[in-house]
């Protein structure tokens, strides 16, 4: 089956349904630090190779920390980014090649804004480089690093040097051209997100 774009329109009854039939495999981890794997339920193959959706509890995420599953074969990061992260997105914009995440192609209609998410706190991208689909370290604390001493949190991309911040948009003067995906997701509830299918109502 052919991937869907990211705005393609879904039906929100069918995934609703294969919602129940798919599962979720995750893993948190903030800096070197691994914590267990989150399993809710057994995907089924057939719902996988469809790109069925997948859904999250995120109300054990801390901080900083980075929930990873996986959708249509590609992994999707869901971070709950800081207060001192979140303030300091909007200090980037010079920075940054698409500020105002212009190009359309990199993410809903209905992700908009500096923050690039539904709620101000919690980040969903697909973790891959736009240059050429290296997954990037995530560095969210803000402090120095040798790759840029200004740094105030976001991703690295070690394979050439690409930087994104904490919103998944891409700096200037690096490979990579465009800012990181976000794919079509809504929240089932305050703590359940569902990656694959927009907000009710969304165009
Ligand atoms: S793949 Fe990320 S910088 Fe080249």
Redesign the pocket.
């Known amino acids: 089956m052919a991937n869907q774009g990211v705005n393609d329109p879904v039906n929100l009854g069918r995934r609703r349904f294969l919602t129940a039939t798919t599962a979720v495999v995750g893993a948190v981890g903030a800096g070197f630090v691994a914590v267990p794997f989150i399993k809710s339920w057994n995907p089924s193959t057939r719902a996988k190779l469809a790109g069925a959706p997948v859904t999250a509890d995120i109300s054990a995420l801390g901080e900083n920390q980075r929930l990873i599953l996986e959708w249509r074969g590609q992994p999707i990061w869901i971070v709950k980014r800081s207060k001192a992260v979140l303030d300091a997105l909007p200090t980037l914009d010079g920075e940054l090649r698409d500020p105002k995440s212009e190009n359309k192609d990199q993410q809903p209609a209905y992700i908009k804004g500096e923050f690039r998410s539904l709620k101000p706190e919690i980040s969903v991208l697909v973790g891959l ?1 736009t ?4 997954s ?1 370290e995530m560095k969210a604390e803000i402090r120095p690093e040798p790759f840029d001493p200004n740094w105030k949190g976001g991703y690295f ?1 070690p ?4 930087r994104f911040d904490m919103a998944g948009r891409v700096f200037q003067g ?3 051209p465009s800012n990181l995906l976000v794919p079509p997701h809504h929240y089932a509830d305050d703590n359940t997100i569902v990656i694959g299918v927009d907000p009710q109502g969304a165009a």
């Open positions: 480089c240059h050429l689909g290296c990037p991309c394979c050439h040097k690409s690096v490979p990579a």
